[in-house]
């Protein structure tokens, strides 16, 4: 509070408050003083009023005299400050009595004395009369000196005492107001005499800080407060002086700056200039990339396709080495080349992430079965673990993923010499709708130093830099996978010990998908029990895991030894074991070995699945009995493991997934668009091989006008070409479309391109999917089969053209139904006989389902005969039931011809299988 005083109030308060203070202290004392005074006065006459009262009454209390006492009483009152006088005889009677009741009690105590009591209002004397006091009346007896005559009481008022105590305070405190409003006046002069010479100061001060340097201060009469002045204006004037300084300071930094902004802006308009050459650069480059991209994937595609075609023709062993080469050598290039077009796209910020469902294991062994056969050329174990509470259903962009996991694997097969590589998928977190995934692959190679891990991941940077490094890569592989990695929302690392292996791993958070019903276990493999053989330890606890995920009871065995007598043993018991599963590689177990093995397990009926490299498929196809179901290349595939040891126990499996490898009884009528020539001619060749009835057209126009004067089941369109393109040549076509009843006729775009958003462009445009170049045979059935309905089959090497048109799908083939019941004929005979005995339910529940207009129950019915036909040779019904699905799935009219036709294949198997019996 009194820092926001000033100096007035200060100096007003410094003056005042020891005057208050002493005002009210002696005020007070003396006031006290005085109080006590009048008191003691009243009293000191209340005292005397009653001695002198004892004389007089003495001889009318001794001779009773009331009138007397009652005359003397009655003067006695005329005393001031006398309230009430009393007589009392000996024993306290009232004799007599002048004035009002007495205020205070009787006094009790030594009755040979005065007494008195005081209160608030009054003091009331009781006064003892004895014998000797009546000697000033002219009568003393000595004898009755102590004699008690009576007693004399007095009660004094205080009002008069209060009245005057009442008037000198009021006029003490008049004094005290006059000297305290004296000494504020004093106070105030002396304050103004201060407090004005400081306003002076304080409003040149102020002028000062407004920039007024010419103020000056007059003397203020005081020798303090002058020189406080003579300081101010010292101070005015070196601000003065400072300021101008400043001031020509500012004039001259502002010229500077003025300058120098004309200099930034000038360079403001080269950077500009600059930027716009910049765009059109990095324009000019985007063109450049896709056009190159067109114009390198182009001749790639001819050299691989026509490669591949060539292989198929009667050469020799050389010649076929020479075209491995070209093929292996341009596959080198396309995968630099894709390296290259990932990263411009990456670096222009241009990169499209898909998000669709995809199986998390069978990318993870997609990826493994792909490179598997340069890890085994190499001698390595190749091994990929799931663990079990990693969910399989996610959604993401697998194409991405498995470039990521083809770059790390392919590093870690590249650099290590011998040893493991193990690919593992674990779960970090989850919720109700992500998980947070996490993707290692371990090996046992170099290992890297802490300054390579630095440079690992930056472009064009390679772990191994020396002259004796392996050849091949373009040092972006690991930047293109840290980059796509950060932009799912995940991060990269490694974890590495110099000549003890490495451990890349990468974590990205996904969303869940739905469960795949393909990834519940096999209802046929439930509580069986199968024998497992692998001596690598790792690769046996994966294969341990993957069998107990199909339902079945696995039992592992050391040695191969140990497996054949446990085996022979369980048999006796009456617990045989129905299958086994062999890890074997040629280095440590011989063809013929393996033979005598398989013979002695078969003896106790125990079915084998071999698994062994892929560089020693050919060394034990001579040793399996049916290599085609029977033997297989490490590491396992998840679902081709499934379906083949459900093929081994000789029952069904529904709902098979692959496309028919038989023939179609219709050709499908498809128009080939491309300018390049040798592209037409490839793709062209590729589908007449097939069974394909091929028109190929080299112009955007040409397609148009086939297109509205024929009919086609499919289109393939290539998308850059010269005067209408193929984006433009499909939204011509949809626009004719839009006139005509119908179905749409499918389009698919051929492209080179690998630029962004280009499978979206293509779709917008009205295309219904697309493929890049190169294309293979297989990718081409695929994609007849999903928008035709109509199936290819791949011609066999060496087979001629003719051969291939001049087949035709049979009723009935033993030999194939040999070999789908591995071998076995009753096994092929028992499936045949459940197969026939259940076609006319099938036939007749079709035709129901037919005329009651119930699309799922239809395609669940033709669904479970096409199953059936799988472990059947059957190839015509088979084909019949392919075609059929695949057309109800789509809504597709053209599925009431295919019915009929699945109909008439009915009867006619039926009819042959009469004939046979």
Same mark, same amino acid.
């Given at each position: 509070?009194?820092?926001?005083?000033?100096?007035?109030?200060?100096?007003?308060?410094?003056?005042?408050?020891?005057?208050?203070?002493?005002?009210?202290?002696?005020?007070?004392?003396?006031?006290?003083?005085?109080?006590?005074?009048?008191?003691? %006065?009243?009293?000191?006459?209340? %005292?005397?009023?009653?001695?002198?009262?004892?004389?007089?009454?003495?001889?009318?209390?001794?001779?009773?005299?009331?009138?007397?006492?009652?005359?003397?009483?009655?003067?006695?009152?005329?005393?001031?400050?006398?309230?009430?006088?009393?007589?009392?005889?000996?024993?306290?009677?009232?004799?007599?009595?002048?004035?009002?009741?007495?205020?205070?009690?009787?006094?009790?105590?030594?009755?040979?004395?005065?007494?008195?009591?005081?209160?608030?209002?009054?003091?009331?004397?009781?006064?003892?009369?004895?014998?000797?006091?009546?000697?000033?009346?002219?009568?003393?007896?000595?004898?009755?000196?102590?004699?008690?005559?009576?007693?004399?009481?007095?009660?004094?008022?205080?009002?008069?005492?209060?009245?005057?105590?009442?008037?000198?305070?009021?006029?003490?405190?008049?004094?005290?107001?006059?000297?305290?409003?004296?000494?504020?006046?004093?106070?105030?002069?002396?304050?103004?005499?201060?407090?004005?010479?400081?306003?002076?100061?304080?409003?040149?001060?102020?002028?000062?800080?407004?920039?007024?340097?010419?103020?000056?201060?007059?003397?203020?009469?005081?020798?303090?407060?002058?020189?406080?002045?003579?300081?101010?204006?010292?101070?005015?004037?070196?601000?003065?002086?400072?300021?101008?300084?400043?001031?020509?300071?500012?004039?001259?930094?502002?010229?500077?700056?003025?300058?120098?902004?004309?200099?930034?802006?000038?360079?403001? #308009?080269?950077?500009?200039?600059?930027?716009?050459?910049?765009?059109?650069?990095?324009? #000019?480059?985007?063109?450049?990339?896709?056009?190159?991209?067109? %114009?390198?994937?182009?001749?790639?595609?001819?050299?691989?396709?026509?490669?591949?075609?060539?292989?198929?023709?009667?050469?020799?062993?050389?010649?076929? =080495?020479?075209?491995?080469?070209?093929?292996?050598?341009?596959?080198?290039?396309?995968?630099?080349?894709?390296?290259?077009?990932?990263?411009?796209?990456?670096?222009?910020?241009?990169?499209?992430?898909?998000?669709?469902?995809?199986?998390?294991?069978?990318?993870?062994?997609?990826?493994?079965?792909?490179?598997?056969?340069?890890?085994?050329?190499?001698?390595?174990?190749?091994?990929?673990?799931?663990?079990?509470?990693?969910?399989?259903?996610?959604?993401?962009?697998?194409?991405?993923?498995?470039?990521?996991?083809?770059?790390?694997?392919?590093?870690?097969?590249?650099?290590?010499?011998?040893?493991?590589?193990?690919?593992?998928?674990?779960?970090?977190?989850?919720?109700?709708?992500?998980?947070?995934?996490?993707?290692?692959?371990?090996?046992?190679?170099?290992?890297?130093?802490?300054?390579?891990?630095?440079?690992?991941?930056?472009?064009?940077?390679?772990?191994?830099?020396?002259?004796?490094?392996?050849?091949?890569?373009?040092?972006?592989?690991?930047?293109?996978?840290?980059?796509?990695?950060?932009?799912?929302?995940?991060?990269?690392?490694?974890?590495?010990?110099?000549?003890?292996?490495?451990?890349?791993?990468?974590? #990205?958070?996904?969303?869940?998908?739905?469960?795949?019903?393909?990834?519940?276990?096999?209802?046929?493999?439930?509580?069986?029990?199968?024998?497992?053989?692998?001596?690598?330890?790792?690769?046996?606890?994966?294969?341990?895991?993957?069998?107990?995920?199909?339902?079945?009871?696995?039992?592992?065995?050391?040695?191969?030894?140990?497996?054949?007598?446990?085996?022979?043993?369980?048999?006796?018991?009456?617990?045989?074991?129905?299958?086994?599963?062999?890890?074997?590689?040629?280095?440590?177990?011989?063809?013929?070995?393996?033979?005598?093995?398989?013979?002695?397990?078969?003896?106790?009926?125990?079915?084998?699945? /071999?698994?062994?490299?892929?560089?020693?498929?050919?060394?034990?196809?001579?040793?399996?009995?049916?290599?085609?179901?029977?033997?297989?290349?490490?590491?396992?595939?998840?679902?081709?493991?499934?379906?083949?040891?459900?093929?081994?126990?000789?029952?069904?499996?529904?709902?098979?997934?692959?496309?028919?490898?038989?023939?179609?009884?219709?050709?499908?009528?498809?128009?080939?668009?491309?300018?390049?020539?040798?592209?037409?001619?490839?793709?062209?060749?590729?589908?007449?091989?097939?069974?394909?009835?091929?028109?190929?057209? =080299?112009?955007?126009?040409?397609?148009?006008?086939? /297109?509205?004067?024929?009919?086609?089941?499919?289109?393939?369109?290539? /998308?850059?070409?010269?005067?209408?393109?193929?984006?433009?040549?499909?939204?011509?076509?949809?626009?004719?479309?839009?006139?005509?009843?119908?179905?749409?006729?499918?389009?698919?775009?051929?492209?080179?391109?690998?630029?962004?958003?280009?499978?979206?462009?293509?779709?917008?445009?009205?295309?219904?999917?697309?493929?890049?170049?190169?294309?293979?045979?297989?990718?081409?059935?695929?994609?007849?089969?999903?928008?035709?309905?109509?199936?290819?089959?791949?011609?066999?090497?060496?087979?001629?053209?003719?051969?291939?048109?001049?087949?035709?799908?049979?009723?009935?083939?033993?030999?194939?139904?040999?070999?789908?019941?591995?071998?076995?004929?009753?096994?092929?005979?028992?499936?045949?006989?459940?197969?026939?005995?259940?076609?006319?339910?099938?036939?007749?529940?079709?035709?129901?389902?037919?005329?009651?207009?119930?699309?799922?129950?239809?395609?669940?019915?033709?669904?479970?005969?096409?199953?059936?036909?799988?472990?059947?040779?059957?190839?015509?019904?088979?084909?019949?039931?392919?075609?059929?699905?695949?057309?109800?799935?789509?809504?597709?009219?053209?599925?009431?011809?295919?019915?009929?036709?699945?109909?008439?294949?009915?009867?006619?198997?039926?009819?042959?299988?009469?004939?046979?019996?």
């Amino acid at each position: 509070m009194f820092r926001k005083l000033g100096i007035r109030g200060r100096v007003i308060l410094l003056a005042m408050l020891p005057a208050i203070g002493m005002a009210l202290v002696l005020g007070g004392y003396f006031t006290w003083l005085q109080q006590g005074e009048l008191r003691a %006065e009243l009293l000191r006459r209340g %005292e005397m009023v009653c001695e002198q009262l004892a004389p007089l009454v003495a001889p009318a209390l001794a001779g009773s005299d009331t009138k007397r006492l009652e005359r003397i009483s009655a003067q006695a009152l005329e005393q001031p400050d006398v309230r009430s006088v009393s007589f009392l005889a000996v024993d306290r009677s009232v004799v007599a009595h002048a004035g009002p009741t007495m205020l205070n009690t009787i006094p009790t105590g030594n009755t040979s004395r005065l007494q008195q009591v005081s209160g608030n209002d009054a003091t009331r004397y009781l006064q003892p009369v004895f014998g000797r006091h009546r000697a000033l009346s002219g009568i003393y007896l000595p004898s009755e000196d102590d004699r008690l005559l009576g007693w004399v009481e007095v009660e004094m008022s205080h009002t008069n005492t209060l009245l005057r105590g009442y008037r000198m305070m009021f006029a003490s405190t008049l004094l005290i107001g006059a000297g305290l409003l004296l000494i504020l006046l004093v106070a105030l002069q002396i304050a103004r005499s201060i407090a004005l010479p400081l306003g002076r100061i304080k409003a040149a001060v102020a002028q000062i800080q407004s920039g007024k340097f010419d103020t000056h201060l007059a003397p203020m009469g005081s020798q303090e407060l002058d020189e406080l002045a003579s300081g101010i204006n010292r101070m005015a004037a070196s601000l003065r002086d400072a300021h101008e300084e400043l001031q020509h300071s500012v004039d001259q930094a502002t010229e500077d700056v003025r300058q120098n902004l004309e200099t930034i802006e000038i360079q403001n #308009i080269e950077l500009d200039m600059a930027r716009r050459e910049a765009l059109e650069a990095s324009r #000019i480059k985007s063109e450049f990339l896709a056009n190159m991209s067109h %114009e390198i994937r182009t001749p790639l595609n001819g050299i691989l396709g026509f490669t591949h075609l060539l292989q198929r023709s009667d050469l020799t062993q050389r010649q076929q =080495d020479y075209l491995g080469t070209i093929e292996k050598s341009a596959d080198n290039l396309l995968g630099i080349i894709n390296e290259i077009l990932d990263f411009s796209k990456i670096e222009a910020g241009k990169l499209v992430l898909d998000a669709t469902p995809f199986n998390l294991r069978d990318l993870l062994q997609d990826t493994l079965t792909i490179l598997a056969p340069a890890a085994h050329a190499k001698g390595l174990e190749l091994v990929s673990l799931v663990y079990r509470d990693t969910p399989l259903a996610l959604i993401g962009d697998p194409l991405r993923l498995k470039q990521i996991l083809t770059n790390l694997v392919s590093n870690a097969i590249k650099f290590t010499r011998e040893g493991t590589i193990v690919a593992r998928a674990m779960l970090e977190d989850e919720t109700e709708a992500h998980v947070q995934l996490r993707i290692s692959v371990q090996d046992t190679g170099i290992g890297l130093s802490a300054q390579d891990i630095q440079a690992l991941f930056q472009a064009f940077s390679q772990a191994d830099n020396s002259l004796s490094r392996q050849p091949g890569g373009t040092g972006l592989g690991l930047v293109i996978s840290k980059r796509l990695v950060e932009q799912m929302g995940g991060e990269i690392g490694v974890d590495s010990t110099p000549g003890e292996g490495s451990t890349f791993w990468f974590s #990205i958070p996904l969303p869940r998908a739905s469960e795949d019903a393909e990834d519940l276990p096999p209802a046929i493999l439930a509580g069986r029990r199968v024998a497992v053989y692998e001596p690598h330890d790792l690769a046996r606890q994966a294969l341990e895991h993957q069998l107990e995920d199909c339902g079945l009871l696995v039992t592992s065995f050391p040695s191969l030894e140990r497996m054949a007598d446990s085996v022979a043993a369980a048999a006796r018991a009456g617990q045989p074991f129905e299958l086994a599963v062999l890890g074997v590689a040629e280095a440590s177990l011989s063809a013929e070995h393996l033979k005598a093995y398989l013979a002695e397990l078969d003896t106790h009926g125990c079915q084998v699945l /071999v698994m062994c490299p892929t560089n020693d498929l050919a060394v034990y196809h001579g040793a399996v009995p049916d290599p085609h179901n029977q033997l297989q290349p490490k590491p396992p595939y998840n679902r081709t493991l499934r379906r083949t040891l459900s093929a081994l126990v000789g029952r069904q499996q529904p709902a098979a997934a692959l496309p028919a490898s038989s023939d179609d009884s219709r050709a499908p009528r498809i128009l080939c668009v491309d300018d390049n020539p040798a592209n037409l001619l490839l793709v062209q060749t590729l589908l007449e091989d097939m069974g394909a009835e091929v028109v190929a057209l =080299d112009s955007g126009r040409a397609a148009l006008q086939a /297109v509205q004067q024929g009919h086609f089941d499919l289109v393939l369109m290539d /998308v850059q070409m010269p005067d209408m393109d193929g984006r433009e040549t499909t939204e011509k076509i949809r626009q004719w479309e839009t006139d005509r009843p119908g179905p749409a006729l499918p389009v698919v775009a051929l492209t080179a391109h690998a630029m962004a958003n280009e499978k979206r462009a293509l779709l917008h445009s009205g295309m219904d999917d697309y493929l890049t170049k190169p294309i293979s045979e297989r990718q081409l059935a695929q994609t007849v089969l999903k928008w035709t309905g109509l199936s290819l089959h791949a011609a066999a090497p060496g087979r001629s053209e003719g051969d291939s048109n001049g087949h035709e799908e049979r009723v009935l083939d033993h030999d194939e139904g040999l070999r789908l019941a591995a071998g076995k004929p009753d096994l092929a005979a028992d499936m045949l006989a459940m197969l026939l005995a259940a076609l006319d339910e099938d036939r007749q529940a079709i035709r129901h389902a037919r005329e009651a207009a119930d699309p799922e129950a239809l395609i669940e019915r033709v669904h479970r005969l096409h199953g059936a036909t799988r472990y059947c040779g059957v190839p015509q019904l088979r084909g019949a039931c392919q075609r059929s699905e695949t057309l109800l799935k789509q809504a597709n009219p053209a599925a009431e011809a295919a019915l009929d036709e699945l109909d008439q294949a009915i009867v006619r198997l039926a009819e042959q299988a009469r004939v046979n019996a």
